[in-house]
C-alpha cells in the first residue's frame, strides 16, 4: 500500500506541486480575510470596523464574489493566449495590492473598489490554477491529484482563520495585510520554480469564449438548471454574511470558551471559526461522504445534500445554545460536500452529447447567481429583520422564522431539481420549448423588475446609486436573457 501510495505521488511534476503550494496560499488569503470581512465591514467604528449598514455590506459582497465567477470566463483564454507563468504575476501582484489597499483605506467607495481589484486577481488565478492540475495530470493519477488541490483549498480555508482569531486582537487591518503577505510571498514560487505546462493544441481567442459564452447563455434548458441550483448557493453565501452577522449579535459564546479552559486551552470561540468549521468539517469527512455516494446517481445525492444543507439552517433556526449553531454548521457542510461533487457529474449527464466540454466549463455560472442574490438577500433581511432586535429578549421566534425562511428554500430547491430532472433532463426538442418558455418569463421578470429599480432609484432627491446598479445588473441579465432567446429563435 504504501509503495503503491509513493508512486502515485511521485508520478506528479515539480509544476504540479508548485501550484498546490500557491492554491494552499491563495485560499487561506482569501478565507482568512472573508473569515471576518462582514463583521469588520458592519462593526462600529469603536469597535474597529468601518460601520456601513448590513444592507450595504451585502450588496458590496455580492458583485465581490460574483467577479470572482465572471472573470475565470476570460482569465482562462488570456492565460492559454499570453501564458500561465505570466498571467499568475498579474493575478498576484493584483491580489497582494487588493488585500493590502482593502484593509487600509474606510471610505465605502474605495473598500469597494480595492475588493474588487482583489476579486479580479482571484478570478485570474482560479482557471491557471485547474489548468496546470488538469495538465500535469493522467487518466490514472488525475482523480488523487484533484482530491489533493481540493484537500489543499480547504487546508488553507481551516488554518488561516485560526491565525484570523490572533490578529486581529492587534488591529483589523493586520488581517488584510498577512492576507496580501500571502499572495506577495507566491510571486517567488511563480518567479523561480514555476514553469508553463504543454500549451494546448488549440488556443482559444477572445472572440471564441465569449462565443461559447453566449451559446451557453442561450440554452433555455442548461440555464434554468443552473437557475433552480443556484437557490442552493443562496444559502451558501449566507456563511459569509448573515450567519457571521448573527454569530456576532444573538450567540451566547460563553460555553464553549468554558469548554476548551476547562481542557486548559485558551480560547475565543468568534465568527472566523464559521469558516473553520465549515473547512473541518469537510477535511474530516469528504473521503467518507465521497465513498458512501460514489455508486449513487447524481440527482438523487445532489437532493439528499441540499436537504442536509436545509437541516443546518433548521438547527441554525433554533440555535439556542452555541452548540446547536455549531451543529447547524456542520450539517450544512456535510450537504455542501455531499451535494456540490455530483453537480458536476449532473452537469456532463444534462449537457447536449457534442458540447459536454464547452457545458463543463461554464458550469460555475450557479456561484454568479447565487452570489448576487445571497449576498443581497442575507443583508437585506438582516438588516431589516435582525438587527433591529439586536439586545432586546423574546426574540426567539423572529430569529427562528429568518433562518426557516432559508430551510424552505432548500426544500424549494430540492422540489425544483425533481420536477427539472422529470421534465427537462432530456435533451430534446420538446424540454428546450418548454425551458424556453420558463426562461422568457424568467428574464423578462428579471427585466421588469430592473426597470423598477431604475425608476426608483432616480426618482427619489438624492440618487440612490447602489439600487441602480442593481437595476443596471437586473437589466443586463433579464434584457441580455431576452435578446439571446429571441435572437436564437
Given at each position: ?12 511534476p ?6 498546490n ?7 487561506a ?16 467604528v ?30 482562462g483564454a488570456?492565460?492559454d ?6 498571467m ?9 495590492a ?18 474588487l481589484?482583489?476579486?479580479?486577481g482571484?478570478?485570474?488565478f ?7 492540475l ?15 488541490y ?8 481551516f ?5 484570523v ?5 492587534f488591529?483589523?487591518?493586520?488581517v488584510?495585510?498577512?492576507s ?14 514555476y ?26 434548458r442548461?440555464?434554468l ?26 450567540v ?44 449513487v ?23 439556542q ?12 457542510s ?35 447567481i ?28 423572529t ?25 427537462f433532463?432530456?435533451?430534446?426538442e420538446a ?11 424568467l ?22 446609486y447602489?439600487?441602480m446598479?442593481?437595476?443596471v445588473?437586473?437589466?443586463l441579465v ?7 432567446s429571441?435572437?436564437?429563435?
Open positions: 500500500m504504501e509503495k503503491n501510495k509513493g508512486t502515485i505521488l511521485s508520478s506528479f515539480r509544476v504540479f506541486w508548485v501550484a503550494v500557491m492554491e494552499l496560499f491563495e485560499r488569503a482569501y478565507y482568512g480575510m472573508n473569515s471576518v470581512l462582514a463583521v469588520y465591514l458592519s462593526n462600529s469603536q469597535q474597529g470596523g468601518l460601520g456601513f449598514a448590513e444592507q450595504s455590506v451585502g450588496f458590496l459582497q455580492s458583485l465581490v464574489y460574483a467577479m470572482t465567477y465572471i472573470v475565470p470566463i476570460l482569465g488570456l492565460a493566449r499570453y501564458g500561465y507563468r505570466r499568475l504575476m498579474i493575478a498576484f501582484s493584483l491580489l497582494t487588493g488585500y493590502y489597499i482593502s484593509g487600509n483605506v474606510s471610505q465605502y467607495g474605495v473598500v469597494f473598489s480595492s475588493l481589484l482583489l476579486a479580479t482571484a478570478g485570474l482560479k482557471p491557471i490554477i485547474s489548468g496546470t488538469a495538465r500535469t495530470t493522467t487518466e490514472e493519477n488525475s482523480g488523487f491529484g484533484f482530491g489533493i481540493y484537500w489543499m483549498i480547504n487546508l488553507g480555508a488554518l488561516a482563520p485560526l491565525l482569531s490572533y490578529l486581529k486582537g488591529s483589523w487591518s493586520l488584510f495585510t498577512v496580501a503577505i500571502y499572495c506577495a510571498l507566491m510571486l517567488i514560487p511563480v518567479v523561480f520554480f514553469k508553463d505546462p504543454p500549451k494546448p493544441e488549440n488556443k482559444k481567442t477572445l472572440g471564441q469564449v465569449l462565443g461559447s459564452a453566449a451559446m451557453v447563455l442561450a440554452d433555455a442548461f440555464m438548471m443552473i437557475f433552480v441550483y443556484s437557490c442552493f448557493w443562496i444559502l451558501y453565501f449566507q456563511q459569509f454574511g448573515s450567519v457571521l452577522w448573527y454569530m456576532r449579535d444573538f451566547d459564546k460563553a460555553p464553549v470558551n468554558a469548554f476548551f479552559a476547562s481542557l486548559g486551552i485558551p480560547f475565543n470561540f468568534d465568527v472566523e471559526h464559521v469558516t473553520v468549521i465549515n473547512a473541518g468539517t469537510i477535511i474530516l469527512l469528504q473521503v467518507l461522504v465521497s465513498r458512501a455516494v460514489k455508486n446517481k447524481a440527482l438523487p445525492t445532489m437532493v439528499t445534500g441540499i436537504l442536509f444543507g436545509s437541516l443546518g439552517f433548521v438547527f441554525l433556526a433554533f440555535a445554545s452555541p452548540w446547536i449553531f455549531i451543529l447547524g454548521l456542520m450539517v450544512f456535510i450537504g455542501e460536500m455531499t451535494a456540490h461533487p455530483k453537480y458536476y457529474s449532473y452537469v456532463g449527464l444534462i449537457a447536449p452529447a457534442d458540447k459536454k466540454a464547452v457545458y463543463m466549463g461554464y458550469a460555475f455560472l450557479y456561484g454568479v447565487g452570489s448576487l442574490v445571497g449576498s443581497n438577500l442575507g443583508g437585506m433581511m438582516y438588516g431589516k429583520i435582525l438587527k433591529p432586535l439586536v439586545g432586546q429578549v423574546g426574540v426567539a421566534a430569529v427562528r422564522e429568518f433562518w426557516l425562511i432559508f430551510a424552505v428554500l432548500g426544500l424549494v430547491t430540492m422540489a425544483g431539481l425533481l420536477a427539472y430532472h422529470r421534465y433532463s432530456e435533451d430534446t424540454t428546450r420549448l418548454r425551458a424556453k418558455r420558463i426562461m422568457t418569463v428574464y423578462a421578470l428579471l427585466a421588469v423588475a430592473g426597470a423598477a429599480f431604475l425608476y426608483n432609484s432616480l426618482g427619489s432627491a438624492a440618487v440612490d447602489k439600487t446598479v442593481q437595476s445588473i437586473l437589466l433579464g434584457g441580455g436573457g431576452l435578446a439571446v429571441l435572437r436564437r429563435a
